[in-house]
Antibody, heavy 123, light 109 residues
Framework: EVLLVESGGGLVQPGGSLRLSCATS????????MSWVRQAPGKGLEWVSA????????YYSDSAKGRFTISRDNSKNTLYLQISRLRAEDTALYYC????????????????WGQGTMVTVSS | QSALTQPASVSGSPGQSITISCTGT?????????VSWYQQHPGKAPKFIIY???NRPSGISNRFSASKSGNTASLTISGLQAEDEADYYCSSYTTSGPVFGGGTKLTVL
């Protein structure tokens, strides 16, 4: 069974930092591009960032550029998202998602999602 | 990276068919055949139901079908069932990364 399990969310003050993790199992992790997608409370889905299977290529949405850093450890089958200088508008449920195909650039086709980890930015 | 445009809500009675539209531009839906659709029940993660405009992943009911014309993609659900009540999101490839629609709430009357 393919599983994605996110962790690392929590309540953080504005300006703080956080590192989210996504532990995976059940598939050949280093073959697939992985993404982070977030969903603010009561709002829609927003793609945040992606990283190729090798980790050699990274992609960011305009809202994530400069403060978000995606990485992966293929020896641990784990995906990460480092977020710095957190703002209230970063408050959201952060999902990790697996690409459907073994393509380098994310195409928006995510076949497996985790349950999400909640990030709340508030003083 | 502008969001794709979906109607906020649609509704239908059990057994009927409904269609949800997803409008983009020539920079996304109009040029690339990489449109996906997701179903999301309250408190749950999104579920992958359509990829590459009109293809269903394994295990997805053939009551779900989809297409594209110009800059607009569409998802049709036939034979509506109570369990279809959920939020539906489209997504498209762009050269700047995937973009999602704002979501459509489907109510089964």
């Amino acid at each position: 069974e393919v599983l994605l399990v996110e962790s690392g969310g929590g309540l953080v003050q504005p300006g703080g930092s956080l590192r989210l993790s996504c532990a995976t199992s059940g598939f050949t992790f280093d073959t697939y591009t992985m993404s982070w997608v977030r969903q603010a409370p009561g709002k829609g889905l927003e793609w945040v960032s992606a990283i190729s299977g090798s980790g050699g290529s990274t992609y960011y949405s305009d809202s994530a550029k400069g403060r978000f850093t995606i990485s992966r450890d293929n020896s641990k089958n784990t995906l990460y998202l480092q977020i710095s200088r957190l703002r209230a508008e970063d408050t959201a449920l952060y999902y990790c998602a697996k690409d459907y195909r073994t393509v380098t650039q994310p195409r928006g086709a995510f076949d497996i999602w985790g349950q999400g980890t909640m990030v709340t930015v508030s003083s | 990276q502008s969001a794709l445009t979906q109607p906020a809500s649609v509704s239908g009675s059990p057994g009927q068919s409904i269609t949800i539209s997803c409008t983009g531009t020539s920079s996304d839906i109009g040029t690339y055949n990489y449109v996906s659709w997701y179903q999301q029940h309250p408190g749950k993660a999104p579920k992958f139901i359509i990829y590459d405009v009109s293809n269903r992943p394994s295990g997805i009911s053939n009551r779900f079908s989809a297409s594209k014309s110009g800059n607009t993609a569409s998802l049709t659900i036939s034979g509506l069932q109570a369990e279809d009540e959920a939020d539906y999101y489209c997504s498209s490839y762009t050269t700047s990364g995937p973009v999602f629609g704002g979501g459509t709430k489907l109510t089964v009357l």
